[in-house]
């Protein structure tokens, strides 16, 4: 397990699944959980590659921070297939002012874990990662 600079542990869960994301596209999205009793980051739920940009905002609690990451496809203006893995650092106003506080001391050493993110975005609330911001961003 590495450990974060804010004190908080990576769990190797964490590395591998994202490694199967990005190579091998196994999960279309990973929502990732600090546990702060055991003073950890770990997988709290991985999405298949079916499911949709829906399916993933509807894993975030309303209440609750989370880090996320996103495997977006699309096709660019001269019709090219691509993908774009995005980070979200999901912080909702109505969450604990504590859990602010330490996924946002964790995410830069946590981030840094995650080799391949390309696109990175904090949002407070469903609309600062809508589909729209993800498809501006992408490109």
């Known amino acids: 397990m590495a450990n974060a600079a804010s004190g908080m542990a990576v769990h190797d ?6 490694l199967e994301l990005k190579a091998k596209r196994t999960y279309r999205f990973i929502v990732f ?14 999405g298949e590659p079916t499911e949709s940009y829906e399916d993933f905002a509807k894993s975030l609690p309303a209440d609750e921070c989370r880090y996320a990451v996103y495997d977006f496809d699309f096709l660019t203006a001269e019709n090219v297939q691509k993908s774009r893995i995005f980070f979200i650092a999901w912080s909702p106003d109505t969450s604990r ?9 964790s995410k830069d050493r ?15 609330d469903p609309t600062e990662m809508g589909l729209d911001v993800i498809k501006s961003r992408a490109s």
């Open 33 to 46: 959980k600090i546990e702060e009793k055991q003073k950890q980051v770990i997988v709290e739920k991985v």
């Open 13 to 18: 869960e964490c590395k591998l699944k994202f």
């Open 97 to 105: 002012v504590r859990s602010k506080m330490i996924y946002a001391s």
């Open 110 to 124: 946590f981030k840094r874990e995650l080799d391949g993110i390309q696109v990175e975005l904090q949002a407070t």
